[in-house]
């Protein structure tokens, strides 16, 4: 079915996640630690919500959030009930990665450190219990045939070696989440005669 409808309206152009919108109990916590941990920064807020614009993103907004109050029970997706596991934030660098990995040790929202081979990610918990992923990617021109194999594993991450690997500084990539410089609007002009 799904396979019939790709074939008869084609398949949907996306190039990325815009923004993703959680439910909240308590926003000015989620405010606290989105800016204070992650440094996020309110880009909109009304009574009982917030949007956040993640650091260096040109997004409008990257993270919405509303409130739905203290007696919310917390989500019981994957242990009773479908729904969203983590999702996922892309930083440019290993220095970067390994100031998170200390900033969210701090706040004791750390949940984990894993090696996939093509990338290098964190996970951790917001103040709900909603998990998210920090995650940096091996650029495609560094990548080696024990990377791409190791993809289907799961590794304790070791950060400094992948460091001393890669250097602190390398950007990540494979082309995710990496701006392009906009055309000139001389390429998108329409000649008039």
């Known amino acids: 079915m799904i396979a019939n409808a ?3 309206h084609g398949a949907m152009g996306v ?3 815009n923004h993703a919108v959680l439910y909240v109990r308590d926003v ?3 405010k606290a630690f989105y800016e204070g941990v992650l440094g996020f920064r309110v880009v909109m807020e009304m009574p009982g919500a917030a949007f956040f614009q993640a650091p260096g993103s040109n997004n409008d907004h990257d993270l919405g ?3 739905i ?4 029970a917390p989500s019981d997706a994957g242990r009773g009930t479908v729904g969203l596991y983590h999702l996922a934030w892309e930083v440019d660098t290993l220095a970067e990665l390994q100031r998170l990995a200390g900033a969210l040790r701090a706040s004791g929202a750390l949940a984990g450190a894993s090696d996939h ?3 290098k990610s964190l996970y951790a918990h917001d103040p709900d219990g909603l998990e998210f992923e920090v995650v940096w990617i091996i650029p495609a021109a560094l990548l080696n045939a024990d990377d791409l194999a190791a993809r289907s594993t799961i590794r304790p991450l070791d950060l400094p070696a992948e460091i001393a690997r890669f250097g602190a500084d390398e950007l990540g990539g494979v082309g995710i989440s990496t701006l392009v410089a906009p055309r000139s609007s001389a390429a998108h002009s329409v000649p008039t005669t």
């Open 6 to 8: 790709i074939a008869l």
């Open 15 to 17: 190039h990325r996640l």
């Open 28 to 30: 000015e916590q989620t």
């Open 65 to 67: 959030t509303f409130q």
């Open 69 to 72: 109050g203290s007696a919310a």
């Open 117 to 119: 081979g093509t990338t």
